[in-house]
């Protein structure tokens, strides 16, 4: 046990007193410093001025952007022509057709997790006797959807892969 009417020992509890005080004082001064630079930010961003920071987020998105039927923007699209998007509880189904003669083919429906929907992304497969293609569905520029597709074809006829990217105008309601 250290001896505490000892002059040395009595100066080293000093400083560590004075040390702690001074620590204690420093994050009190870092948590203010905080508060005040988010109270700044939010002060600057409402009077108009523009910095990163205050921009909307565009990124972030809901189920509700992706729901409803889309048709292509190009009507003499050779891959899908329609996609409709529902969510039925913590899943969104996506439907999609395809462009075939004489009637568009029913590529039948897939389903997505609806958490996907906040990252911006909806990704879906389907899979037919000859191919699996795999998409990412995204709300692009001037709310539209874009399908970016990767189709492998798993039939033997030796067909080279190949990737598309689709644009979509929702309809109206």
Known sequence: MADTTDPQTKGYAAKIAVLTTALAAL???????TALLTKSESLVCSVGVSFSWCAPRTDVRTTADFEGEW??????????????????????????????????????????????ANSGTIKV????????????????EGQRLEVRTKTHFTDGSGRPDYEGVEYFQRVAR
């Open 27 to 33: 994050a009190g001064l870092i948590g203010a410093g």
């Open 71 to 116: 048709t292509n923007k190009n009507p003499r699209t050779s891959g899908i022509t329609r996609v409709l998007i529902e969510q039925r509880l913590d899943k969104l189904t996506v439907h999609a057709w395809g462009a075939c003669q004489p009637a568009d083919c029913d590529w039948q429906t897939t389903q997505a997790e609806a958490s996907g």
């Open 125 to 140: 497969k389907w899979t037919t006797s000859f191919d699996v293609v795999n998409a990412a569905l995204t709300i692009g």
